[in-house]
């Protein structure tokens, strides 16, 4: 069983930035993809930015550029840094942990964290 804790979220207004953590209850280098996902209300949930297990990144086009995903094994925290945020950026974000595979935006994640709201301004 893994365990994720997002923290990080807020209002912003366009062109803010925030940053999302979340700690993850055990070690997942070369164990784990670590994926952020969000939703807007009414809106599916969609796909953000992933790690695959050995470290390898992939963003949304929609957020290349502006979001960037990593993570400190250290401190089992992934990390979603989010510059020139605009307000279709509002949504909850999650983060999830699933079994490795790549392209990681494909795999499929059995555990998620509760989320945490971000809000962007015009």
């Known amino acids: 069983q893994v365990q994720l804790l997002e923290s990080g979220g807020g209002s912003v207004q366009t062109g803010g930035s925030l940053s999302l953590s979340c700690v993850v209850s055990k070690p997942t280098y070369r164990t784990y993809s670590m994926g952020w996902f969000r939703q807007a209300l009414g809106k599916e949930r969609e796909w953000v930015a992933c790690?695959?297990?050995?470290?390898?990144?992939s963003v949304q086009d929609s957020v290349k550029g502006r979001f960037r995903i990593s993570q400190d094994n250290a401190k089992n925290t992934l990390y979603l840094q989010m510059n020139s945020l605009q307000p279709e950026d509002t949504a909850i974000y999650y983060c999830a942990a699933g079994a490795p595979v790549w392209p990681c935006q494909r795999g499929s994640y059995n555990y998620w964290g509760q989320g945490t709201q971000v809000t962007v301004s015009s």
């Open positions: 790690i695959y297990s050995g470290g390898t990144t």
